[in-house]
């Protein structure tokens, strides 16, 4: 014999009778999703065959209800999704979740007393957080994503990752002639350094080449991005670079 620990949503009148699913509650839910449609009666009934203690209740966040389930027993659960969207059920531990993924029918849209108190039942709700689900557990929408039904549009609406913004090139600080002279004088200072760095025979001599090949590849690769640091701290720009300066060919 069924039991029914809820009263019947007390939304507005839905054409039809309620349409009744079973689920089977074990390790999770069969099925995880039931499709419905707006203002149907929705009749769900649980049937636990498992003794662990995290499936023992089944929670309705967006409806506001919970209900038990007993081992072995057949627990009916009336809903009345009013508004098309997806609605997640739970145990009471969040370990098993399953969804309503409720379409608009025959019965939408709904009276508009009954689409302002789901809106206003929606808003109340809380973001879930964030948990790592068992393996057994079936697949959910992002966090905190639910029905909405503002502007007409009762689709689920979920916001993804802020773009991150690409580095900029420095700006030039550099003349043409200077980039040029400080790619050949680093070059040619780091393979000198490297060179006299092999043969080196003291630390004293080591530490000094090392500082010589630093300086060498500091001004390679000031030379070929055309932007020196020191320039940018102290304010130095050329004449040739700064703005209003007529261009001037560069040989």
């Not at 009744?20 to 499709?35: L, N, T």
């Not at 002639?177 to 760095?197: C, M």
Request: contains cysteine; positive net charge; hydrophobic residues 40%.
């Amino acid at each position: 014999m069924l039991r029914s620990p809820m009263k019947r949503s007390s939304g507005t009148g839905a054409p039809g009778q309620a349409r009744e699913v079973r689920v089977r509650v074990k390790g999770g839910y069969d099925p995880a999703v039931v499709r419905s449609e707006a203002g149907v009666p929705l009749r769900l009934v649980f049937h636990r065959e498992e003794a662990a203690a995290c499936s023992d209740q089944v929670v309705f966040p967006a409806f506001g209800r919970s209900a038990t389930l007993p081992q072995g027993e057949d627990v009916a659960v009336e809903v009345l999704p009013e508004v098309p969207g997806e609605y997640e059920f739970t145990c009471g531990m969040g370990m098993l979740r399953g969804r309503l993924l409720v379409s608009a029918g025959l019965g939408w849209p709904a009276a508009p007393a009954a689409r302002n108190k789901s809106n206003q039942l929606q808003r109340r709700r809380r973001p879930m957080s964030t948990t790592t689900e068992p393996a057994h557990a079936p697949s959910m929408a992002p966090a905190g994503a639910g029905p909405h039904s503002r502007g007409g549009d009762a689709a689920a609406r979920w916001e993804g990752p802020r773009a991150r913004r690409l580095p900029t090139r420095p700006k030039v600080n550099i003349t043409g002639q200077e980039r040029l002279a400080r790619v050949l004088l680093g070059a040619v200072g780091v393979v000198w350094s490297a060179f006299l760095l092999a043969g080196a025979t003291s630390a004293a001599a080591a530490v000094l080449e090392v500082l010589l090949v630093a300086a060498g590849a500091d001004l390679v690769v000031t030379g070929a991005l055309g932007h020196c640091p020191l320039y940018a701290k102290i304010g130095h720009v050329p004449r040739s670079l700064r703005a209003g300066a007529p261009p001037k060919a560069e040989s």
